[in-house]
């Protein structure tokens, strides 16, 4: 079993089958590591003439999905139709590649930085049958929000925020709104 | 040389899907770099202890909006073939209430929670299932929702049209108020540093 001990600061010393015992590198500078996305973001501009995202390809995983069950009911679902090609078969959606780069960005960078860790992290006061629960729930929950949104903190906020869109602003805006007038009833779960 | 470059047709679809996963990596990278792969890191912005979250957005969003803005004012970059999400006003707004209360109970967004997923956080895992869930659940039962789904259609909308104003005096305004907003957040952070945590 690995235990991780998270720190103020959010790093994490940990003992993995009491073997080793590392203490992980501290994260970047928020500033640095946020200009780094932007490039990131503003090089999808100019080399694609688009942004960044994330929940869109959930969507159309969820439309090969449904196709692969029920094709006929996917293609004439208005809202799976379009993840599909004209004959509604699954296609290869370009946010799918990239979300699939985005996990091996993220495991290279926490390997290299000795962050890996088989862990579930949790506030002090629920266990981690609660914490995994309540996950699922935020992400389910997030999920229906996203589709409405037509995107989520990549597509809209970071995307759109950039690009001045009116809508994107009102999703970022209506996203921490509730997300700050949730975390009361949430302090259990997180502190 | 103009840009977009796919645009411009400077490469097809195939070596398109090249970039994606070049894109996607070096997003993945100072997703992770930033600690936001950290469900409790991203919590503490909802708690004002720890606003991480803030920080790394708007300096992304005030990185690539300059750039972008100013590509675009000396003729490198075609902003109107950079694809502006289209603007719903009720959906989106109604869906980014859903997403707020979701974010603050998951305590990690959809790529980020692909991210904390893919360095060993079960949690994070948790989230992945949920958010997909989440997203068939509502394209299983779209019909009902159609209507509302496509109402307040606004097309390609931007802040300058909505504002009647100049783009360069929305990108100044947003630069100010990110400005203000680091300031804010790091007198926030030394005063929660001061008190002791429960």
Redesign the interface.
Known sequence: MSATVVARDGSATESLRGVALRTAQAYSNPYLAGFGLGLVLLGAFVVMGRGLGASGAFASVAAAVSTGVAPEAARSNDYFARYLSASGAPRIDWLLIELVGVTIGGFVSAFLAGRLSRSIERGPRITDGSRLRFAFAGGAIMGVGAVFARGCTSGQALTGGALLSVGSWLFMGAAFAAAYAAAPFLRKAWT | MS?????FGAFGESA??G?????????????????M?????L?????LR?L?VF???????????L??FW?GWMGV?DLS?????????L??????????????????????????????????F???????????????F??P??A??ESTP?G???????LGTG?GI??LG?VLIAIAG?RGAEALERRSARMP??
């Not at chain 2, 970039?19 to 600690?35: D, K, M, N, P, Y």
């Not at chain 2, 792969?37 to 890191?41: C, E, L, M, N, V």
């Not at chain 2, 073939?81 to 006003?89: A, G, M």
């Open positions: 840009a977009p470059f796919f645009e398109s899907f970039v994606a996963l070049i894109i996607g990596i070096a997003f993945g990278w100072f997703l992770e770099r930033s600690g792969g950290s469900a409790r890191k919590a503490g912005q909802f708690y720890d991480t920080k790394v957005m708007f300096t992304a969003i005030v990185t690539a909006m750039g972008a590509l970059l073939r950079v694809y502006v999400p289209e603007t719903f006003i959906p989106q707004l109604a869906g980014g209430l859903i997403f707020g209360a979701g974010f603050a109970m998951g305590g990690l967004c959809p790529g980020t929670s692909c991210v904390s997923a893919a360095t060993g956080r079960i949690d994070g948790a989230v992945v299932i949920g958010m997909f869930a989440g997203v068939l659940a509502t394209g299983l779209f019909d929702l159609q509302f789904y606004k390609a909308f931007t802040l300058p049209q909505l783009e929305v990108v947003i680091f945590s429960r």
